[in-house]
């Protein structure tokens, strides 16, 4: 695939250290600021202000493509506790075509520069990240 070749910056790659390593943020969301030509952190969550049902929510109301990092908790069937990091491909289906292009592009280079993803999730609307489908992931 061709790259679009915007950079991942080192406070990007920091912001995911984080909370990959130090668990210090829930989520993080990332854009790609085409005046830097890099993908920018645009939001984080703090852990303990955080709850899965209002995070899917405020996702949902993106229009536009977006690279999301989450310190996804939870528990296994047998009640085990789980934690793992999951990379969320955000691109709503009514997104324009050139920014669903560029993001697409940019998604593996992105991907590569985060290092411990568990797993990765391609959503365009809410249920495809609902909680009972990221669980089933694992």
């Not at 908790?73 to 969320?88: C, N, P, T």
Request: net charge negative.
């Amino acid at each position: 695939m061709v790259t679009a070749g915007f950079k991942i910056p080192d406070d990007s790659v920091k912001a995911y250290n984080e909370l990959q390593g130090g668990h210090k943020h829930s989520y993080l969301i990332f854009k790609i600021d085409q005046e830097q030509k890099a993908v920018v952190l645009e939001e984080s969550g703090k852990p303990d202000e955080f709850k899965y049902d209002e995070f899917a929510k405020k996702v949902a109301t993106l229009d536009s493509p977006r690279f999301i990092v989450i310190d996804f908790k939870g528990k296994y069937a047998d009640g085990r506790a789980l934690e793992k990091v999951v990379f969320i491909f955000w691109c709503p289906d009514g997104a324009k075509i050139k920014e669903r292009m560029l993001y697409a592009s940019t998604k593996e280079d992105f991907k590569r520069k985060m290092n411990g993803l568990h797993k990765t999730i391609e959503a365009s609307d809410e249920s495809d990240i609902e909680y009972k489908e990221v669980i089933s992931l694992f």
